[in-house]
């Protein structure tokens, strides 16, 4: 099937209003969100049946942009998760944030692959992410973890439009020591779960005065005391704290234009 039948399957262009953004990553929506092509160079998207594969414009070319660096440099595929629903806002299982159209999860599995990558329609339906993390989650798994799995987080942090990228911490401390003192560090942020993908996160753009900005990462590296602290006994403690919450926690207020949009 060619890439361009892909990408009509969408319907119309969903961009052909001027898009915007309301509220926070974990709060908010966008109205006239674009949809990424179901794949193209360097890139495929799984799991289409799930329809979260909506993001704001600066997203979807940053996505595109990467897949051609991908592609260019033989990386292998990115395969591409969760972005956000067609209006963002909470999705019904799987994620707090992701809902205004700035997030996007791309899996570890393919990166460093060879050969034709690309996955036929009960393929990406049934794409089951891979740890790149050994059973006992205390180290990589060296052979699902190579050097150009760093390289293209890399790519990915060198975009001035990419604010921030969620890592598991072992994947943050390879990171380092991959590339030791090397600035775009900053943008490497540990946080728990994240050893099956890395989730890119774009800063508030220009044009949507109503989306609310995260304070910026510091410029520090990140690779210091700060990162050693995920591997400390409090950490492990505020690890489970955060597994046993509630099985029903609060849902966030959305702000008045996403209650509209969302027809809540």
Known sequence: MSLGLFTNLWGADLAAEP???????TAGCICNATVLP???????VVRLKRQRYFG???LISL????GQQVFANDWGILYIGDLSQKTGGPMPNGHASHQNGLDADIMLMGIGLKGDLFLNETQREKFKPQSVLNKTFTDLDLRKWHPRHGEVIRA?????????????????RALCRQFAGEKWLHKIRPWWGHYQHFHIRLACPGDSPHCVSQPEPPLKTGCGEDLNWWFSDEAQ???????KGSKTPQKPSLPPQ???LLGI
């Not at 898009?19 to 990553?25: C, M, P, R």
């Not at 403690?237 to 597994?243: E, H, V």
């Open 19 to 25: 898009v915007e953004i309301y509220g926070t990553y």
């Open 38 to 44: 179901a794949q193209g160079r360097g890139y495929q």
């Open 56 to 58: 704001h414009p600066t």
């Open 63 to 66: 996505i595109e942009d990467l």
């Open 156 to 172: 990915a942090a060198s975009f001035t439009r990419v604010e921030r990228i969620f890592v598991h911490p072992l994947i943050k």
């Open 237 to 243: 403690q505020t690890f489970r704290k955060k597994t």
């Open 258 to 260: 996403c209650l509209k």
